[in-house]
């Protein structure tokens, strides 16, 4: 199995799975359309050209860097012509965006060698310019981390950290706990639903199938770790327990 | 195909100020680098952009201007539904009468044209193509024209402002358009603390013993050296527009815009327009890249050096980091800087005032997009 592995960091990420109207939701880790998306604006693809193999990759990501939720207050209004030729602002209904902040995600995506070569490719050259969800989020700093002959599973719990130095410095532990989230395999039991398949994009008919999703935690080095792990702390053991 | 990203980089101090608040009324902030940033969003400087570009962009330099507007249309229902051909003309006549431009009777064996001239993005005409060869199959094509709200698809006054902006509001003519531009959430290079200003006011009318304020209240702000980030994709706006001299004029005057406007939030308290201490303009051929990644150590200013001399070595340090791992080698840069702090600036681009940066980047768009052609 082949895999593409992809950075998304920024001050600002927004994943939404359930947005509607006004309140624009975000989940706290990257959702399967949002990223298909991205590397479908890679490629090239408009938004109502069809998505070819890419919703069949196996996806997963895992969270490096939390970051913390954040609410954006926005207003809007419309200008009209009036008939003796001045401009009158309506007010549109105010919006509530949310954001991810200050987060580092690693995203990753797993298919047949070419597929993916070819995502790793798009993603150092795109189409069209990347963005975290949203518009207003570019990434900071590069994307694309490469291909590598693994499973999903096995890139998720081997490729290294890549929060950012300060947030490794401050961890301290030379190994660190990381949740996953990933697509699950069809014999695996237990699971999540989401609608997070992307089928169109088409503005006018946006259609997303359901997926399963694994949860879990992954163990990692810490490049930047100084401190052995501690023992377990067990307050009953004192108490002779 | 050569691709063109003009990348725009912007270091600009704002004095006590609340440009961008949110419902409670404070300036509204971000968390990056583990510390609290002040934040402008991108629909706020993205509106004062816009608007300064209305009054900027003058449209009757707007590149080919033609009063073969029914011509044109032809061509394009004729591409799309050969079928039509026969027709194409006539329908293409009905749907120019239809968004309600004159249209002069044709001459022997001339196709109609327009009563003045008419610029209308390649949009727009792949919009009323779509239009006509909808109306088609109808018994009334006047009618059916009618209904599709052509003078809609054709709104001659936003077509430049939608390629480069996007729609702001979705209605059915610009729902498949992806502007052209994208514009970063202004963040400050430095942690930033909110503080609150405690004003009362006296009533005016007071008789001398009343002695109390007439009201009390808080004013919240805070002072900033923010990076503003925003990109041009060229190829997407040429895809939009269809002219060379419109994308260039396009370009211009959206670099003039974004460095010189500022969301108008609380200005008169706080009289805090300023113009940005450096520009930083750099083409690119295979992707565009923000620098944010520069000021994610946040910059902290010392007794020798300031913040913006700071955020501007971090801003040349991580560009030209960019560079070298990732052979990123822009195809050209200017810089327009103010002061001593800025001077490392330099090394990014050659220095010239705005006025030339924004001639020069316009003759590299117009020749990078006639090479396209």
């Known amino acids: 199995m082949t895999v593409v592995a992809l950075r998304l960091a920024g001050p600002l990420q927004a994943w939404g799975s359930r947005s509607r109207f006004v309140r624009r939701e975000t989940e706290k880790a990257p959702t399967k359309s949002g990223v298909i998306g991205m590397v479908a604006a890679a490629k090239g693809l408009r938004r109502t050209d069809s998505l070819g193999e890419l919703p069949d990759l196996r996806f997963g990501v895992r969270i490096d860097q939390p970051g913390q939720l954040l609410r954006d207050f926005q207003t809007a209004q419309r200008p009209k012509k009036e008939k003796d030729g001045t401009t009158s602002w309506s007010s549109l209904p105010l919006s509530q965006r949310y954001y991810v902040s200050d987060a580092v995600f690693l995203a990753v995506l797993e298919g047949e060698r070419g597929l993916v070569e070819g995502i790793d490719e798009a993603v150092r050259g795109p189409e069209f310019p990347l963005y975290l969800g949203r518009r207003s989020c570019p990434p900071a700093g590069p994307v694309a981390l490469g291909v590598y002959d693994r499973g999903l599973e096995e890139a998720l719990a081997s490729l290294p950290w890549v929060a950012s130095t300060r947030s490794q410095r401050r961890h301290r532990a030379n190994t660190v706990r990381l949740a996953t989230v990933r697509d699950a395999h069809p014999d695996e039991a237990e699971g999540e639903l989401v609608q997070d398949i992307p089928v169109s994009f088409d503005p006018n008919r946006r259609q997303h199938a359901w997926r399963t999703i694994t949860r879990g935690t992954v163990e990692i080095d810490n490049p930047h770790g100084t401190a052995e792990k501690g023992e377990e702390h067990d307050p009953m053991a004192s108490l002779g327990g | 195909?050569?691709?063109?990203?003009?990348?725009?980089?912007?270091?600009?101090?704002?004095?006590?100020?609340?440009?961008?608040?949110?419902?409670?009324?404070?300036?509204?902030?971000?968390?990056?680098?583990?510390?609290?940033?002040?934040?402008?969003?991108?629909?706020?400087?993205?509106?004062?952009?816009?608007?300064?570009?209305?009054?900027?962009?003058?449209?009757?330099?707007?590149?080919?201007?033609?009063?073969?507007?029914?011509?044109?249309?032809?061509?394009?229902?004729?591409?799309?539904?050969?079928?039509?051909?026969?027709?194409?003309?006539?329908?293409?006549?009905?749907?120019?009468?239809?968004?309600?431009?004159?249209?002069?009777?044709?001459?022997k064996e001339a196709t109609p044209q327009s009563g003045y001239l008419l610029f209308l993005s390649r949009r727009q005409i792949q919009n009323l193509a779509g239009a006509a060869i909808e109306a088609a199959e109808a018994d009334d094509v006047k009618k059916a024209l009618k209904e599709a709200k052509v003078k809609d698809l054709a709104d001659r006054e936003?077509?430049?402002?939608?390629?480069?902006?996007?729609?702001?509001?979705?209605?059915?003519?610009?729902?498949?358009?992806?502007?052209?531009?994208?514009?970063?959430?202004?963040?400050?290079?430095?942690?930033?603390?909110?503080?609150?200003?405690?004003?009362?006011?006296?009533?005016?009318?007071?008789?001398?013993?009343?002695?109390?304020?007439?009201m009390i209240g808080t004013v919240e702000f805070n002072s900033s050296t923010l990076y503003r980030y925003a990109t041009i994709d060229v190829n997407r706006l040429a895809d939009n527009l269809g002219d060379t001299t419109a994308v260039r004029r396009a370009v211009e005057a959206f670099l003039e815009s974004f460095v010189r406007s500022m969301p108008s939030g609380k200005q008169n308290t706080f009289a805090n327009r300023t113009l940005p201490e450096a520009v930083v303009v750099l083409a690119r051929d295979s992707q565009p890249i923000n620098l944010v990644g520069a000021f994610e150590n946040p910059v902290r200013e010392s007794e020798h050096s300031g913040r913006v001399k700071r955020a501007a070595d971090a801003l040349r340090e991580e560009?030209?980091?960019?560079?070298?791992?990732?052979?990123?080698?822009?195809?050209?840069?200017?810089?327009?800087?103010?002061?001593?702090?800025?001077?490392?600036?330099?090394?990014?681009?050659?220095?010239?005032?705005?006025?030339?940066?924004?001639?020069?980047?316009?003759?590299?768009?117009?020749t990078r997009v006639e090479e396209r052609s």
């Open chain 2, 158 to 214: 936003h077509s430049v402002d939608i390629a480069l902006f996007g729609r702001m509001v979705a209605d059915q003519a610009d729902i498949n358009v992806d502007a052209a531009a994208q514009v970063a959430h202004a963040i400050s290079v430095h942690p930033v603390e909110t503080e609150f200003d405690y004003y009362t006011a006296v009533d005016d009318r007071n008789e001398d013993h009343e002695t109390g304020a007439g």
């Open chain 2, 319 to 366: 560009a030209l980091e960019v560079q070298r791992a990732y052979g990123e080698q822009p195809l050209d840069g200017w810089v327009t800087r103010v002061g001593d702090d800025t001077a490392n600036l330099e090394e990014l681009g050659s220095n010239v005032s705005l006025t030339e940066m924004v001639t020069q980047l316009g003759e590299l768009v117009g």
């Open chain 2, 1 to 107: 195909m050569s691709r063109t990203m003009i990348d725009i980089h912007v270091l600009q101090t704002v004095p006590p100020s609340n440009l961008n608040r949110d419902d409670t009324g404070s300036p509204k902030t971000a968390t990056y680098g583990g510390v609290r940033r002040s934040r402008v969003s991108s629909q706020a400087w993205k509106r004062s952009t816009r608007v300064d570009f209305d009054s900027r962009l003058d449209r009757s330099e707007l590149g080919t201007r033609t009063k073969r507007v029914v011509e044109l249309l032809a061509e394009e229902i004729t591409t799309r539904a050969p079928e039509l051909g026969s027709r194409a003309t006539e329908l293409a006549t009905e749907t120019i009468k239809a968004v309600g431009i004159e249209v002069k009777a044709p001459e």
